[in-house]
């Protein structure tokens, strides 16, 4: 896993979600949304602060659990969108 | 009621006459309790608003009974001969409020527009609008709100809402039912009855309403009846049928808008159903047969349904207090 990409995804994750507490730091693999942490309007603003910290367009088609569901997710989709950008 | 081994929409058949005098009793019980006269019913036009107000009547009689029409500008030219046949049909009391006047000085219009414009700059004067949450049933997509724009040229286009832009709708669109609830209370208070709240099991279990909007009243009748329920209650009680076969609609957008593409996943028949079968543990393989899903497809309503309850669970709650006040209890 890119573990630049994972930090700046917790610190997002811990500012925007969880009041600064990070003992409620879910783990990697852990649901965001079976655990509670984000909700129909968590996703909007979770997929802003892709587009916005990251620089990619995230389409439609991508919006599924394996992508934005947890932060491992998240990981491999950002790494896998910035490699097709460079690539 | 309980789970047959034939899991299907008889499940959900009730003794209509007994259902009837149960629900009549609490409301009797509640406003013998608080110590009021009637009940204040705002009619829209509905099954729901329809049946409530049904209910009253043979609680209370027509004359303890009172309605309200509540249209504004982006409600459906037919809700108010719809509402207005309710309380003619049951012979209670109703007057038209106004209430586009009071949103427009609030702003509801002007936000809404305003909140739109931040994803599609030129929307404004003729031009229509919705949001619409994708379906869950057809694939394991997260849900993400968009809104569908119509310009005066009839072309219609979709957009991806961003968040600010969805909380802004959502806000501006909040004040209709906020609104309706402020004028329910003037009555209820001047008459010194009780408000009542419409919602159906599938509403008030998915947090379908408003905060301090329609989800605020003193009693809610058919709160614990599934949607499927409801409709037979409504021929039970004699609701005209031209209210009967109206479908679902939340008559809150320039453009129709049904419950389904707003809301809920499915039309309310199987909703109903894959509902019931969570709240009665009916193993998959028979909701999908009873609703003709996959079992896969039911497995991603029923997430949905888990989702909706975490993300709406606040809607419920009382206000927070940082300890018990004991003396206070209800």
Known sequence: MDTQVTTTLRAFIEESYLFGDSSRMPADDESLLETGIIDSTGVLELIEFLEEEFGFSVEDTETVPENLGSISGLTRYVSSKRAQGAA | MTHTTTFGPDTLALDLAAETERISQTIRDYLRGARRKGAV???????????????????????????????????????????????????????????????????????????????????????????????????????????????????????????????????????????????????????????????????????????????????????HLYKTQVYALAEHLGVPEAIRTRPSTTDTYTLEQSQEEFYFSLPHHLMDLCLYGVNHDVPEEQVAEATGLTVEQVRRVNADIEQKRRTTGYLHQPPVLVEDVAEIQY
């Open chain 2, 41 to 223: 019913i705002a009619l829209s036009g509905g099954i729901d608003s329809s049946v409530t107000a049904a209910l009253c009547v043979a609680a209370l009689g027509p004359e303890r009974t009172f309605g309200l029409h509540m249209p504004e500008r982006a409600s459906s030219p037919e809700t108010i001969s719809l509402s207005r046949s309710i309380s003619d049909h049951f012979g209670f009391d109703s007057v038209l409020e106004e209430i586009a006047e009071t949103l427009a000085a609030a702003g509801c219009y002007s936000r809404y527009d305003e909140s739109v414009r931040k994803v599609v700059p030129e929307y404004g004067e003729g031009w229509k609008s919705k949001i619409v949450l994708p379906s869950v049933v057809d694939d394991g997509t997260l849900r993400v709100y968009q809104v569908v724009v119509e310009n005066p040229d009839g072309e219609q286009s979709s957009h991806r809402l961003t968040t600010e832009a969805y909380l802004g709708i959502v806000a501006a669109t909040n004040f209709k039912q906020r609104v309706r609830k402020m004028m329910e209370y003037y009555h209820a208070d001047r008459l010194n009855y009780v408000t009542t709240g419409t919602p159906n099991r599938l509403e008030y279990d998915q947090g379908f309403f408003v905060k301090l909007g329609d989800g605020s009243a003193d009693v809610k009748p058919i709160a």
